[in-house]
């Protein structure tokens, strides 16, 4: 699934906007390098020669104050600012309509800065891939279909070759089967991991193995994600694009304001709750294997946001167990879940929701090194 564009956002905040019955229209106004473009107005042809002007909208961008006017507000985070959102007779919204309006806005520009940062990624070669398998027709296909998607592809036969390899190239990923000659996937991605020149390269497994069990074994060894054989080859690049793209996103300014407050929610459910009270009940075994279980069966069901609640909850049950290695496994993809939300939900406040938690899941995953 692509990322939702700026624009996108842009029309989906206006008809959220409209769908309050505060305002009697409006008009969003986004930054392209320099100078500023009208991207969605509702209703149609409502402001022509009586709105502000591209000028107009640029100065108040730059107003150090701009929520002190009543021309409008301004999508921005922090310092950055992506645009301007133009309602007109601004000044007679009472004050609570006021607050939601601009709470709107403020979600809609945190949602509009994490596409922006995933759509530069998008743009620029998606990075280098190691295939390991020992399958060469596999190996062949993966080349010819990542090569068409703009991966660089690199490949090995069997895990002891894959080591040499990825130590000598340093891919930005690594596809990785389980069973080989010579060294199977598991060995190899537990030698990858201790290896300082290599323990940080994503390690997607391979697998005819779908059992809870066997994905707790492969997060064990230091798999960062898994992908079912026979598997369908968009989700695959679904699952290889988030794992190159979210360091993207993390890199971005927005990250500090994303940390702050409680404002995005874990998703709650009875299930969820239920898997929550074993954790705090002393049963964290049972609640670790349901909760990757759920885990699987909401991601079957295209519910991302609640997969990504169940991980959490399996990484909760993880660090009850003392396993501090495989928590920070289910963080990930807790936050690769919620990055899924964040990108396919069509509401402005539930995918910076799901931007929030996916950063959060990543920080508390020790993904930001160095930041």
Do not use: C
């Amino acid at each position: 699934m692509s990322a939702v564009t700026s624009v996108d956002l842009a029309h989906r905040l206006a008809d959220e906007l409209m769908a309050t019955r505060k305002i009697e229209a409006v008009r969003v106004w986004l930054s392209e390098e320099n100078f500023v473009i009208p991207a969605a107005e509702n209703p149609d042809d409502f402001f022509g020669a009586r709105g502000l002007s591209a000028d107009e909208v640029q100065d108040l961008m730059k107003s150090v104050s701009p929520f002190g006017n009543d021309r409008g507000f301004p999508l921005g985070v922090s310092e950055l600012r992506f645009g301007y959102v133009e309602i007109p007779h601004l000044e007679q919204l009472q004050p609570d309509a006021r607050k939601l309006v601009e709470r709107r806005v403020r979600a809609a520009a945190m949602a509009i800065s994490g596409a922006s940062t995933l759509a530069k990624a998008e743009a620029a070669s998606r990075g280098r891939v190691l295939v390991i398998d020992d399958d060469d027709g596999l190996r062949k296909l993966l080349d010819k279909l990542l090569t068409r998607e703009r991966f660089e592809i690199i490949e090995a036969t069997n895990g002891r070759e894959g080591i040499e390899i990825a130590t000598r190239e340093q891919p930005d990923l690594i596809l990785m089967d389980w069973i080989m000659p010579v060294m199977d996937g598991s060995e190899a991605t537990k030698a990858l991991k201790q290896n300082p020149a290599t323990r940080d390269i994503p390690v997607v497994m391979l697998t005819h193995r779908s059992r809870a069990q066997d994905k707790v074994a492969a997060l064990n060894t230091g798999v960062t994600d898994f992908v079912a054989k026979p598997f369908d080859f968009r989700e695959l690049v679904a699952r290889i694009d988030t794992q190159l793209r979210w360091r993207h996103l993390l890199s971005g300014s927005a990250v500090p304001s994303m940390l702050r407050g409680d404002s995005a929610r874990e998703p709650r459910g009875a299930m969820l709750d239920q898997l929550i009270r074993l954790v705090r009940s002393g049963e964290p075994e049972a609640a670790l294997e349901r909760a990757i279980a759920e885990a699987e069966r909401y991601e079957e069901q295209k519910l991302p946001e609640r997969a990504g609640a169940a991980y959490k909850i399996a990484a909760d049950a993880a660090e009850a167990l003392d396993n501090d290695d495989l928590a920070r496994r289910l963080l990930r993809l807790s936050g690769r879940a919620y990055l899924d939300w964040a990108k396919s939900t069509p509401k402005a406040e539930e995918s910076q929701r799901g931007y929030t938690l996916s950063v959060r899941r990543f920080v508390e995953a020790d993904q930001l090194k160095g930041s």
